[in-house]
């Protein structure tokens, strides 16, 4: 069954078009890896989904349900929770009442402040801290968590690994997979090509706005991947780019 | 310039009534043009300028009373206003926008308690420019028409050059952008405190013209914050940012007061509507949306970058 | 003995003034915005409690109840209408739009109420005169007592709202972040209007004691505005219990500069307030990142 469905999407800013003409399917229960270089579009469609940016054309579908004008805060009850980039936690806030200032959506499920914070153990004994200062790590545990408070039935991860020490996306990929296996819906931005094709199922790719590659991660040639990323043809070098 | 010499000819030809009235408009003009200086193209918001008008009222009357004659004390007391903005810049320009706006005011307010408690000024229940009475009144008149006219023109034509100066290029651009302006080298401190001097020298002779006009000052009505809601209201509707607006947004004032002097709080209230519609409708004002849509210009200063829809590279 | 008077004198004064801040603070705090109709409002409110009482003959305090809804309305539609638009549009359009405002509710009041002042002093039970003798020389004022009160209560509580209720967790992350909040299922144009509201029925409340400590008429908001403004800055702009510090400070200022000379109160006031900015940003640019709302 669809879940998030998007026709044709357009997205700018000012004259610079960020987004050109994307299409895209996400199934219930998939993961998907939207990957692709700087610059090329990713975060601006995952906020265009998630709201916070209004598309110039197209069309953002939620379970049949056409989302395109509706504003942020009701995509959240509808349920979609976007893991915006950089974290964006509310600094002066502590763990505990970012978690739960985003369980206002009202939306059932497994997810509340008792699990979440069971989920993400490192959390427990900084509670009361002010989510300033926590360490990257654990921010990215608390924005993770934020999102899910709201039982979201699509996820979006917006670089969850931007800024961390590879021991810790570790961690927090670890955490995440749980959140996968339980069912959950999820469309994430990575930037490590390896770490997104072991995490997905599908994988997307864009380039300057356009969606170039699509397909099953298992199946998809490694090469074919690395060149759709950089938009050329060249011979194989083998390795992760960089 | 040529409107300045026909307007030269005006007290040859009007009552003294009338004169009296030009004068006031012309005074509009003057505030008009030194608000949008600040704050269309410094994006400066100063809700304190009146402090400036009353410190060239008081000035005038003050030098006067020395013996110094009458027109000379006038010119000198716009040079004290011009004088006393410089230190205040100092302090105020540090200030963002908020506290800019209202530290000015307060400023204000303070001057206007020190004169209060100056007995020799008239204290609280104001003063005369008694050294006019030397005059016949139908020659004052004339001579205070000048005066305004003179000051009106030398602001507007500094205001003008300045735009046109390579130094009116980085002034527009701290109107469009400030940081980017400040990014690419614009001195942008600099910039505003010549403005915001400028300024002061502007109101300055605009309080000298309003004493010279009506022979009486008291502190409650020259240091008013109605002064600046006249300024707000003029450069609003006529046009943040542009040179023209500002003079029609105080020919469109001096209309309003002329035909509505019976209105009372109605037109006020009519004004204060109408500032902040046109804040948040039309913030270009009426000539800058006239400019806008029509690519009228009556006075050259300034550059556009005409727009046109071309294929945009992909970003990289 | 007499300095002791005036530093009591001051401190009730400055309650006062510290309630009068109270909902200029927190639009500045939630929305960045300086409400330049604020002092307008409050007196507005003072008025409706007036009008009320002059129909109903119930005490002021009564007729405040009876006008607190009709402000919080008031709030939200001036959020929903004039605020929200400005908020969109730059830095210098609210402060130019609530100034218009500002000219608006003056005069509408002119028309309305004509230019006498008015006071509520006689509406407000035995408030008005009560006092405690402490010493010979000292005597405190029931009235003062009773707004020092309100005062701690309402910083008490909208402390406690900010801390402990999830809309006021929703103000807060609104205030630190709008886009973020939007993005976790918070409705911020409802919290904008929910702070206005908040801050327009403070401000009338301001109003009221106002209307009972001295005399008000249409014309009396800016000075409202300027004491409450100057009440935020010394306190500290951002910081919730940094106003009840700035209004008590603002207070003893004038007070104290009584006692040099009746005339130069509202001066030392002033001077205190330019005094504050100097120091306080006079050393190059510093930035209001931080927020500290319920600290």
């Known amino acids: 069954m669809t879940l998030l469905q998007v026709e044709e999407l357009d997205c700018r800013y000012g004259l610079l078009q960020a987004v050109r003409g994307v299409s895209l399917q996400v199934e219930h229960g998939e993961t998907v890896a939207l990957i692709g270089a700087n610059g090329a579009g990713k975060t601006t469609l995952l906020r265009a989904l998630a709201g916070a940016h209004r598309p110039h054309a197209g069309r953002i579908l939620v379970d049949g349900v056409d989302v395109t004008h509706l504003p942020a805060h009701r995509r959240v009850a509808l349920g979609l929770a976007l893991v915006p980039e950089g974290r964006r936690l509310f600094p002066g806030l502590t763990v505990e009442e970012n978690l739960r200032v985003a369980a206002a959506g009202g939306r059932r499920g497994r997810w509340n402040l008792d699990s979440v914070l069971e989920a993400f153990p490192l959390l427990q004994t900084r509670r009361r801290m002010p989510a300033a200062n926590l360490s990257g790590g654990e921010q990215q545990a608390v924005a993770i968590g934020r999102a899910l408070m709201s039982n979201p039935r699509i996820l979006l991860l917006d670089e969850v690994s931007l800024g961390l020490a590879p021991v810790v996306v570790d961690a927090v990929y670890r955490s995440l997979s749980e959140v996968i296996s339980g069912g959950s819906t999820v469309l994430l931005v990575e930037q490590d090509l390896t770490r997104a094709l072991r995490v997905a199922g599908r994988v997307v790719c864009m380039l300057e706005g356009r969606v170039v590659l699509q397909g099953e991660a298992a199946s998809l040639d490694r090469e074919r991947v690395v060149d759709a990323y950089f938009g050329m043809r060249r011979p194989a070098v083998g390795g992760a780019p960089a | 310039m040529a409107v300045a010499i026909g307007l030269a000819f005006v007290p040859l030809v009007f009552d003294p009534d009338v004169v009296q009235k030009l004068t006031n408009l012309l005074i509009l003009v003057l505030l008009a043009a030194m608000w949008n200086a600040l704050a269309g193209y410094g994006g400066l918001l100063s809700v304190g300028q009146q402090a400036f008008i009353g410190v060239g009222a008081y000035a005038t009357v003050f030098f006067a009373s020395l013996g110094i004659t009458p027109y000379l004390a006038m010119v000198l007391a716009m040079v004290l206003a011009g004088a006393v903005s410089i230190p205040i810049s100092l302090f105020a320009l540090r200030l963002r926008a908020a506290q800019f706006a209202i530290g000015m005011w307060v400023i204000a307010e303070v001057i206007s308690i020190l004169v209060r408690l100056d007995q020799n000024l008239g204290a609280g229940t104001g003063i005369s420019l008694i050294e006019m009475n030397q005059f016949d009144p139908n020659y004052r008149q004339a001579y205070t028409f000048w005066l305004a006219l003179a000051f009106t023109a030398l602001f507007l034509s500094a205001l003008f050059f300045l735009l046109r100066s390579p130094m009116g290029a980085s002034l527009q651009a701290i109107r469009d952008d400030e940081d980017a302006a400040r990014s690419l080298g614009v001195r942008v401190a600099s910039r505003k405190r010549l403005l915001f001097v400028l300024a002061g020298f502007g109101c300055g002779a605009a309080g000298v013209l309003i004493v010279a006009n009506t022979l009486f000052i008291e502190p409650g009505s020259v240091f008013s914050v109605q002064w600046t809601a006249y300024m707000i209201f003029m450069v609003l509707v006529g046009g943040l940012g542009t040179f023209e607006g500002p003079i029609l947004g105080a020919i469109l004032l001096f209309a309003i007061q002329t035909t509505f002097t019976q209105g009372g709080p109605w037109y006020l209230v009519g004004l204060g509507a109408t500032a902040t519609l046109f804040a948040l409708a039309l913030p270009r004002g009426l000539w800058g949306t006239i400019e806008k849509r029509v690519g009228l210009r009556l006075l050259p200063v300034g550059y556009r970058v005409e727009s046109r829809q071309l294929e945009t590279p992909a970003q990289s | ?295």
């Open chain 3, 1 to 295: 003995m007499i300095l002791v008077n005036a530093v009591v004198q001051g401190i009730f004064l400055g309650a006062f003034y510290a309630v009068l801040a109270c909902g200029l603070s927190i639009m500045f705090g939630v929305m960045r915005i300086i409400n330049l109709a604020h002092g307008d409002i409050a007196v507005l409110g003072a008025y409706i409690a007036f009008v009320i009482v002059e129909r109903t003959g119930v005490s002021a305090f009564v007729a405040f109840a009876a006008a607190l809804p009709i402000m919080l309305v008031l709030g939200y539609v001036l959020q929903l209408t004039v605020l929200e638009r400005s908020l969109k549009a730059g830095i210098l359009t609210p402060l130019l739009a609530t100034f218009g405002l500002s000219i608006v509710i003056q005069n509408l009041l002119l028309l309305t109420f004509s230019p006498d002042v008015r006071s509520l002093g006689g509406a407000a039970g035995g408030f008005t005169t009560a006092s405690w003798r402490v010493t010979s020389q000292l005597s405190v004022s029931a009235l003062g007592v009773l707004v020092l009160a309100v005062a701690v209560v309402v910083f008490g509580l909208m402390q406690l709202f900010l801390s402990r209720t999830r809309a006021g967790w929703a103000m807060r992350a609104t205030a630190e972040d709008a886009d973020a909040a939007e993005l976790v299922g918070i409705d911020s144009r409802s919290v904008y209007a929910r702070a206005t509201a908040i801050a327009v029925a403070i401000a009338s409340l301001g109003g009221l004691f106002l209307a009972i400590r001295s005399v008000f008429d249409p014309a009396s908001g800016p000075t409202q505005l300027i004491f409450a403004f100057e009440a935020v800055v010394i306190g500290g702009m951002g910081s919730l219990w940094g106003t009840l510090v700035g209004g008590i400070a603002l207070g003893l200022a004038q007070t104290l500069g009584a006692q040099v000379n009746p005339e130069f109160s509202v001066l030392a006031g002033h001077l205190l307030f330019l005094a504050v900015l100097v120091v306080r940003f006079g050393r190059g640019r510093i930035t209001l990142r931080t927020l500290r709302l319920a600290r």
